[in-house]
């Protein structure tokens, strides 16, 4: 396993005088490539005790089921989905790449028995606060994991197949082990982007594969924006009618079903963007008389500018729209978006210039962008749903309800920011130093890796409404081609950031994990790119 190079190129070949010193490193990277051989715990949980003596599994004799007072049972289908997946993740591909795995003689693990303390949620959707929190115990010859809840269920089923190894002779290992594991933020999201370019349904579902594999929960689906509206309506059929690229590139009712109860069975909560005033010129082409039309010397120049505030009948169709997203999306919030909203065209416009007048807002377009999110913001409120909002809505001094989220993505300062929204009262989501979609040469995961969330002036009732923060990707430049490999395990660095200890930094500690989690997720499916130059140790045998 080599670090990275202090630049991007070296020299091939060796001066002899360093032979001498390359012999005397030989044991250290012969034990290197020993511990690369196991276990690589990612993200790392909150307390780990590992012990030297092994167990072994073999895959025709090893089960995972429930345990006997368990509140989840085989009638939960979160946990019975989730066995499989597991079983399967841990040996499925093996068997399949090199048959019948060999088995040496030792003391065997014969069972992971999970067990659910409190009402398991089986049923449920997860939510801002669901408890993921669990422990376990890798004992021979039964392990347990326990969780009060099935979200906690499945993050330690995560752990427990990250803990199973093969040895040099392919038999598949486990360290007794005792681990105590909870996140230490509730929102850890992966923002994406089907409006710059489509995502086929296959692509969100490995997106939300890869996202349990790194203890993600929450799917930031930004759905529509000024280039497509693929998002098929119940109530307003012609804006993905005639909005969409074409009656290809939609989203049915089925597929949003669809990803929204895959999630679920993952422990990810769907959580859409439908972004205004700004971002909407999609939204005109199937509903009339909703986008402001702009004006030249007095007269419309064919152009059309942001959202029209002015008129109810913007306000009636947003009510029954999101009245519908509202018992389509069952997540308590929905991101209402808000940012980079442009004023030249309401300025132009002779009707809007009225209105400002008869409303004594002046000049000041910024008050007529915050009558139009406050009444919007009503609108969240009177169908039963909680608003996220850019930092925008906030910086333009609306009065949001109390417990509206404001997520700060502007690079600049952003520490100052989240001291002035927190001061104000408001929850938080940073997405400001992770935006994935700008891309660099090298290792950028480590600039992700060293982001401090809480690194900001205040208070620490302050610091508690930090609740979170995504990785955000962007489509301008992605697409089902290279959104897998532009998102993983770059997004890896965040996950950790936001699931473990504030006290785990090491990067070196880090790129060892890193480098064998990322084998670990092409091995399951996932197209992640490697973080720099080696092989990962499957690849021997095939």
């Given at each position: 396993m080599q670090r990275s190079p202090l630049s991007p190129r070296r020299p091939r070949g060796l001066c002899p005088l360093m032979l001498p010193g390359l012999l005397a490193l030989l044991p250290a990277l012969v034990a290197a490539r020993t511990l690369g051989d196991?276990?690589?715990?990612?993200?790392?949980?909150?307390?780990?005790?590992?012990?030297?003596?092994?167990?072994?599994?073999?895959?025709?004799?090893?089960?995972?089921?429930?345990?006997?007072?368990?509140?989840?049972?085989?009638?939960?289908?979160?946990?019975?989905?989730?066995?499989?997946?597991?079983?399967?993740?841990?040996?499925?591909?093996?068997?399949?790449?090199?048959?019948?795995?060999?088995?040496?003689?030792?003391?065997?693990?014969?069972?992971?028995?999970?067990?659910?303390?409190?009402?398991?949620?089986?049923?449920?959707?997860?939510?801002?606060?669901?408890?993921?929190?669990?422990?376990?115990?890798?004992?021979?010859?039964?392990?347990?994991?326990?969780?009060?809840?099935?979200?906690?269920?499945?993050?330690?089923?995560?752990?427990?197949?990250?803990?199973?190894?093969?040895?040099?002779?392919?038999?598949?290992?486990?360290?007794?082990?005792?681990i105590t594991d909870s996140p230490r933020f509730p929102h850890r999201g992966i923002l994406i982007d089907t409006s710059r370019h489509y995502l086929p349904i296959k692509a969100i579902l490995k997106t939300l594969d890869a996202m349990s594999f790194n203890k993600f929960n929450v799917l930031h689906w930004h759905v529509v924006d000024d280039q497509s509206f693929p998002y098929q309506s119940i109530t307003f059929p012609e804006l993905s009618n005639k909005g969409s690229y074409s009656l290809s590139h939609i989203y049915t009712p089925n597929d949003v079903r669809k990803v929204i109860e895959y999630a679920r069975l993952r422990g990810v909560r769907v959580i859409p963007e439908f972004d205004s005033p700004g971002h909407t010129l999609s939204w005109g082409k199937g509903q009339n008389d909703l986008l402001t039309p702009c004006y030249d010397a007095q007269k419309p120049s064919g152009y059309f500018g942001p959202i029209n505030p002015t008129v109810n009948t913007t306000y009636n169709f947003l009510y029954k729209f999101f009245k519908?997203?509202?018992?389509?999306?069952?997540?308590?919030?929905?991101?209402?978006?808000?940012?980079?909203?442009?004023?030249?065209?309401?300025?132009?416009?002779?009707?809007?210039q009225n209105f400002m007048k008869q409303k004594g807002f002046g000049k000041d377009y910024k008050k007529l962008e915050s009558f139009y999110v406050q009444k919007l913001v009503d609108i969240i409120?009177?169908?039963?749903?909680?608003?996220?909002?850019?930092?925008?809505?906030?910086?333009?001094?609306?009065?949001?309800?109390?417990?509206?989220?404001?997520?700060?993505?502007?690079?600049?300062?952003?520490?100052?920011?989240?001291?002035?929204?927190?001061?104000?009262?408001?929850?938080?989501?940073?997405?400001?130093?992770?935006?994935?979609?700008?891309?660099?040469?090298?290792?950028?995961?480590?600039?992700?890796?060293?982001?401090?969330?809480?690194?900001?002036?205040?208070?620490?009732?302050?610091?508690?409404?930090?609740?979170?923060?995504?990785?955000?990707l962007w489509g301008e430049f992605v697409d089902a081609t290279n959104l897998t490999p532009r998102l993983w395990p770059r997004a890896s660095a965040v996950g950790e950031r936001l699931w473990s200890h504030k006290g785990v930094r090491s990067l070196e500690d880090a790129y060892h994990r890193l480098i064998r989690h990322r084998c670990r997720m092409v091995r399951r499916g996932i197209a992640a790119q490697p973080l720099f130059t080696g092989y990962c140790n499957y690849e021997e045998s095939t």
């Open positions: 196991q276990a690589a715990l990612w993200p790392l949980p909150l307390s780990v005790e590992m012990f030297p003596r092994q167990l072994l599994l073999a895959p025709r004799n090893f089960s995972i089921g429930h345990g006997p007072n368990s509140t989840a049972g085989p009638s939960c289908a979160i946990l019975q989905e989730a066995f499989r997946r597991y079983y399967e993740y841990i040996f499925g591909f093996y068997e399949q790449h090199h048959g019948p795995t060999r088995f040496s003689t030792g003391t065997e693990l014969q069972q992971l028995l999970v067990t659910v303390v409190l009402d398991s949620e089986c049923d449920a959707f997860p939510g801002i606060s669901s408890d993921e929190s669990y422990s376990l115990l890798v004992k021979e010859p039964v392990a347990m994991l326990k969780a009060n809840r099935v979200w906690g269920a499945l993050r330690g089923l995560e752990t427990f197949s990250q803990l199973i190894y093969q040895d040099s002779y392919g038999t598949f290992t486990i360290s007794e082990s005792i519908e997203i509202s018992k389509v999306f069952p997540d308590q919030f929905i991101h209402l978006g808000g940012d980079e909203v442009e004023f030249y065209c309401w300025a132009s416009n002779p009707k809007i409120a009177a169908v039963n749903k909680s608003s996220i909002v850019w930092q925008e809505v906030f910086d333009g001094n609306e009065k949001l309800q109390p417990g509206t989220v404001v997520e700060i993505w502007k690079a600049e300062n952003y520490p100052k920011e989240q001291t002035k929204v927190t001061e104000a009262g408001y929850p938080i989501i940073l997405a400001a130093p992770w935006y994935l979609d700008l891309i660099s040469y090298g290792q950028d995961w480590k600039t992700y890796y060293e982001v401090e969330p809480l690194n900001f002036p205040g208070s620490q009732e302050q610091k508690t409404l930090m609740i979170g923060g995504e990785a955000c």
